[in-house]
């Protein structure tokens, strides 16, 4: 007999597996999906480990009940990744499997219940009222799930229902979920004969004179096929193709129908260009070890960081670095920030590797996402773009993972289990596999950097851009990077200049417009502004979920359409803005810390007639939606772009030749170690999308506090003299990436009920730090997160700072109550 290590999905404070015996009639591989039976339920679990002998006592074992078909669905060096992720993201090893899988493959079996035959009228004065209301509800809906009817009896409410069953005043019956997605597949009508048979029943046809049945049988012998019955019908006559039919001599063939998300795209094909020294350099270096026939011992050799200005051809880098790694038989995967970067870089790779390219990411339909995945399994596509969770892509002998513009907080998840970082996953890939790992950017994340410095990546450099050449008219010279200047608003308030964009940077908007050039103007902020205050009582709107300003959203960018909306960036909920504070009833509500909607306003009021384009997150919601709006602003008269975040990230627009970074400072005042290097980054990236064409660029910053580091570092786009600064201030607070930290998060309906719990676990902490001589941990609050309250829930957090502050949770386990971040990317 042989036995299984299964990963069962249920909640459990330990990454652990389950004994289950295999039954003789099921073939069970590692890797596969299955369900197994679990207390009184049925769940999904996946199979990690087979052997012929079992850990535990044989007769308390239970057998698998059934497994999914196609599986197994997991490779053997994911399912150490998965391993891996559970125990270091604390997370079961269930949920770090459910990356792996394919959409929508997971399901459970659901419970449903209905009435027992005559038990209740009958026992309807022995029930409780909490088993009369489970009863009631039974009845009157007729069928309900066990779930539901639980969840409305409130806590306890399982208990309860169990025992109505026992009782056999309910009944269930437990049915599979249906899977969310499947395969799509189309009819095709095509020739059953053989091509001799068809000339034979051609000329006897035609001898008995049935004309309709001739031309029938010579459409389809000239290789062509029919969707449907009606066209045939309405071509050939019913009765032609009922004979046909009748006499086997057509068959209909069910063809599996490919969601391909690129079906709309067209591509040229493209081909390598001749690299600079520099990039010639880093390629041969990077190709080596994807070439090496045994990977190096030193992980450090074949982990790179290619550490390149804005338009230094970084990513020229990249693909001639898979062009190698695919010539060599292996499979690559190519990740990006956001999927607003995703239609540029496609086009790129896509243009050098026409008909080798998969797509995964989150702005895909389910069904999209379900035939990548399985084709990229199949062997379809040798490489894989995509943002954050193509790093589970399903390749087999993976050579080379890319992560461009590795600096981006998106690669790490903190909304939902597990809260992985993709480059510490890659990194996990590179190790199992001896795959090379090049992390890239103009701006490195601090740690990165330093373990460059340190010797635990090879730093890889590219100092200088490339393109047409500069103003010397020589079209091999290195282009030299925009011109910034930095615009003090203090002394423009103290001139009288209250409005959003100061005289500088109109004046040279008007000369780039004017020279037939394209500009970007960079807000960090949605809408048409931050929030809305009364100027008689000073309240400011905010949430009644959320503890957060609501932000007011013109219905237009028409500057006549006065009305709008306060929206929550959080929950998303939203009032009619009025004119009356809610609070005092005042009539002056005034708008403050414009935002992209306003700064629209405020250029077509300088430049009318200018063609303006708004880039945020109201309005580019999908991958679509980000590529429209590329191809306007690039491809039409629209001269200007107004954007947010993502216009920052490695986009590449020649035609731009000035960039203005409205504020600054937004940013700086936010709660965490990190606020300089994000503010760094973003600026630094941003001034970078100027003078990537044949034409020099200039960049203006504008900011209330142009002595900060960050900012200065940023003008003079100078990374070394900012890692200097910033590497300084981190060791003398001793925080990452000099120590390790762990974020607990506690949410709950009731304010007071929330601050009570993190008391308690936070005391509970101290006194295991302090019991078991875990004072090298440092236990950080409990305090109100910011905000305090979203989606009505009150948050407080818990900070664990030290070497190793996983030790404290080991000796006490957090449980559900609390959400867990290991090297959480952002404090807030």
């Not at 891996?84 to 219940?113: H, I, M």
Request: glycine residues 8%; proline residues 5%; hydrophobic residues 40%.
């Amino acid at each position: 007999m042989q036995f299984a290590e299964v990963a069962v999905d249920f909640p459990d404070d330990h990454s652990r597996t389950f004994t289950y015996s295999c039954p003789e009639d099921l073939a069970v591989a590692a890797g596969d999906l299955v369900w197994v039976p679990f207390g009184p339920r049925t769940l999904q679990g996946v199979v990690f480990e087979l052997s012929d002998s079992a850990s535990t006592d044989i007769d308390n074992i239970r057998p698998i009940t059934a497994r999914t078909l196609d599986g197994p669905f997991i490779a053997e060096h994911l399912l150490l990744v998965a391993r891996w992720v559970a125990e270091y993201y604390r997370t079961t090893l269930f949920v770090a499997c459910s990356l792996l899988l394919p959409p929508g493959a997971s399901s459970r079996l659901r419970t449903w219940l209905s009435p027992g035959v005559g038990e209740a009228s009958e026992r309807w004065n022995d029930l409780s009222r909490r088993e009369r209301q489970a009863v009631d509800y039974v009845l009157k809906s007729g069928r309900a799930p066990k779930s539901r009817v639980a969840r409305r009896l409130g806590i306890g409410g399982s208990p309860v229902v169990d025992r109505l069953i026992r009782q056999g005043v309910l009944h269930s019956e437990s049915e599979w979920e249906k899977p969310r997605v499947t395969p799509v597949y189309t009819n095709r009508i095509e020739l059953a004969a053989s091509e001799v048979d068809v000339a034979q029943l051609i000329e006897l046809e035609s001898e008995r004179k049935r004309p309709r049945r001739v031309e029938l049988l010579r459409w389809f012998g000239s290789g062509k096929v029919a969707k449907t019955k009606t066209s045939l019908n309405k071509q050939f006559g019913g009765a032609a193709v009922k004979w046909a039919f009748d006499e086997s001599h057509l068959r209909i063939r069910k063809i599996r129908r490919d969601r391909d998300p690129l079906a709309d795209y067209f591509f040229q094909q493209e081909f390598g260009h001749s690299p600079t020294s520099s990039q010639k350099t880093a390629i041969d270096v990077i190709v080596t070890q994807i070439l090496a026939i045994k990977p190096s011992v030193d992980p450090s050799e074949r982990k790179f960081l290619l550490h390149g200005v804005t338009g230094s051809g970084k990513t020229e880098v990249y693909l001639q670095a898979i062009e190698a790694c695919i010539a060599a038989g292996k499979r690559a995967i190519f990740l990006v920030p956001e999927i607003a970067l995703t239609p540029q870089t496609l086009q790129r790779i896509a243009s050098r590797f026409p008909g080798k390219v998969g797509v995964l990411h989150s702005g895909l339909t389910i069904g999209q996402r379900y035939d990548q995945w399985w084709r990229v399994k199949n062997g379809d596509f040798p490489i894989v773009l995509g943002s954050r969770g193509a790093i589970f892509a399903p390749l087999e002998n993976p050579g080379l993972i890319v992560i461009d513009e590795e600096h981006e907080w998106t690669y790490k998840q903190g909304d939902q289990a597990p809260r992985y970082r993709a480059g510490a996953v890659a990194e996990r890939i590179s190790e199992g596999t001896g795959a090379a790992l090049v992390l890239g950017s103009a701006t490195p994340d601090i740690a990165s950097y330093r373990s460059s410095k340190t010797g635990n990546y090879t730093l890889l450099e590219l100092p200088q851009r490339i393109g047409a050449g500069s103003n010397t008219g020589d079209p091999g010279a290195a282009r030299t990077l925009a011109k910034i200047e930095i615009v003090d608003m203090r002394e423009e308030r103290a001139d009288g200049n209250f409005e959003m964009l100061s005289r500088r940077l109109i004046e040279l908007m008007r000369e780039t417009l004017l020279e037939g050039g394209k500009v970007i103007l960079f807000l960090n902020r949605r809408g048409s502004a931050s929030f809305i205050q009364c100027t008689e009582c000073g309240k400011v709107r905010q949430c009644r979920r959320c503890d957060t300003a609501l932000t007011f959203h013109r219905d237009s960018d028409d500057l006549r359409a006065q009305k709008g909306r306060l929206v929550c960036h959080y929950c998303n909920y939203s009032v009619r803005a009025g004119s009356e504070c809610p609070t005092c009833g005042g009539k002056q509500m005034r708008r403050s810390a414009p935002g992209t909607q306003m700064a629209v306003e405020t250029v077509r009021q300088y430049f009318a007639g200018i063609e303006v384009v708004r880039w945020d997150s109201d309005s580019a919601k999908t991958a679509v939606d980000h590529q429209r709006i590329m191809d306007k602003f690039v491809k039409s008269e629209a001269s200007v772009l107004v954007g947010t975040q993502m216009i920052a990230k490695g986009l590449d627009i020649p035609s731009v030749t000035l960039v203005g970074v409205i504020s600054a400072d937004t940013g700086l005042a936010v709660p965490d170690f990190r606020a300089g290097e994000r503010a760094f980054q973003i600026l630094a990236q941003v001034v970078g999308r100027s003078g990537r064409g044949a034409w020099d660029g200039r960049a203006i910053i504008q900011t209330f506090n142009p002595e900060h580091y960050a900012i200065q570092a940023a003008a003079d786009q100078d990374y070394e003299l900012f890692y200097d600064t910033e590497i300084s201030l981190r060791a003398s607070q001793v925080n990452p990436p000099f120590t390790s930290m762990i974020k607990l998060m506690h949410s709950a309906g009731n304010a007071d009920v929330a601050k009570l719990e993190a008391e308690r676990f936070a005391k509970e902490l101290n006194e295991a730090r302090e019991s078991h001589g875990e004072t090298g941990i440092e236990v950080i609050g409990p305090t109100p997160a910011y905000p305090l309250k979203v989606r009505n829930m009150y948050r407080w957090q818990i900070l664990l700072k030290g070497s190793r502050p996983e030790r404290l949770l080991e000796i006490v386990p957090a449980g559900s109550l609390w959400s867990v971040d290991v090297d959480p990317a952002s404090l807030g």
